[in-house]
């Protein structure tokens, strides 16, 4: 019954033993090669290369590099229980003419009465521009199509499944790349990284990140999911770069080039949601701000504020925000002394005069605590900076918590 259901469906079918062996074909290929059982697989799919050197399969010049061999060696050694290829390329000399032979199928392992044999279902089957056998497969077509990268691991990490837009980027057919693990393909330093977190979504069940390839900024999504009581891993990289770019211009002050309120809420709620780093949090006011502008002009009030937000930058902090018209917003690593690089900050302005009139700055700092609200943490900087400006303005309050 099953025969008669086999030779009637529309895919081809060849089931292989162990030796390479055709035990079954079905009508789909019998009618494309006009070939019978208990040929050798090239033989039956009529490599070009066992016709023209007089060989059997497995015995020719070219097996050693053959795609189709290859991974039908893998089912059969036990590497993987199934794979899927596609578009696996290999000549034929058909009615005496050598075609391009175009194949996407899936191999599987089969142990039937303590034998192994593999099966084979052709997919696809394209002689040079005509298609003969297609069996559209939507899910696959459909990723293939998407300009994110997804692909596939077993429980051991290995790649099952990659779609297009993944091997183009790196480089590496498909074909190629299944049964494969990261270490194979890339440096050991990236490969240690991804294999770190892949086992972290085995664990765990989930990963969502940002990282930095050569310059390119990517989310990476990772999650574990369940099929034929296996482990898989599935991912999604998406490039944000231009996303990221676009969003960083959105949360860059224009007259000072230091982050602006909303980069600031970014930032903070991160190293929030990370607490993987000590940070003390300064708020920096500019003294009577209000009162150049009312009496040199607005002009003279940007300069002043360019100039604080470049003096607080060469003291090497990244993490500068203008968060209110004479207000800035300051992250420090608790392994620097922050009150010792405030007081520089201060010290430097006062020093200094712009267009002949002197400026000041008031600072509060604090150290963060993460067992708090972000807004109860930002009160009691902003209460270190009223101390300051209770002393007379011009000084550096740090209030240790």
Known sequence: MYKNFLDNHRNGIL????????????????????????????????????STEKKRCLETSRCNGCDIRRNIRKILDGELEQIYIENVMYEALLLKEKKEVYLSMEIKRLIEANNIFVT??????????????SDKRVMHDMLDNMGDFIFYKDSELRYVYANKSFCDFIGIKKINLIGKKDSDFFP????????????????????????????????????KIRIDKEDILACVVKDITDEKNEMKK?????????????????????????????????????????????????SLGDKVLRYVAKTIKKEGISKVYRIGG????????????????????NDKIKESLI???????????????????ILANFNYADTALYESKKKGRGTVTKVKR
Do not use: P
């Open 250 to 298: 959105a949360y860059v002050d224009k007259l000072t080039g230091v982050g602006n309120r909303y980069g600031y809420d970014e930032e903070i709620r991160k190293l929030f949601q990370k607490k993987d780093k000590d940070y003390d949090l300064a708020l920096l006011d500019l003294d009577y701000l209000r009162d150049l502008n009312n009496n040199y002009g607005h």
């Open 188 to 223: 050991e330093h990236m490969s240690k990284e991804w294999e770190k977190t892949d086992r972290y979504v085995l664990e765990k069940g989930s990963y969502i990140e940002e990282e930095k390839i050569n310059d390119r900024y990517y989310k990476v999504s990772k999650e």
């Open 15 to 50: 089931i292989l033993d162990k030796d390479f062996r055709v035990h079954y074909s079905n009508k789909a290929l019998r009618k494309i090669f006009k070939k019978d059982s208990q040929e050798r697989c090239g033989e039956f799919l009529e490599c070009f290369y066992q």
């Open 326 to 345: 004479d207000e800035f917003a300051i992250l420090i690593e608790d392994d620097k002394d922050s009150l010792e690089i405030c007081k520089k900050i």
């Open 355 to 373: 267009d002949n009139k002197k400026i000041s700055t008031s600072i509060g700092v604090v150290n963060l605590k993460y067992n708090e609200s």
């Open 120 to 133: 084979i279902e052709f997919l696809k089957v394209k002689v040079n521009e005509e298609m003969v056998i």
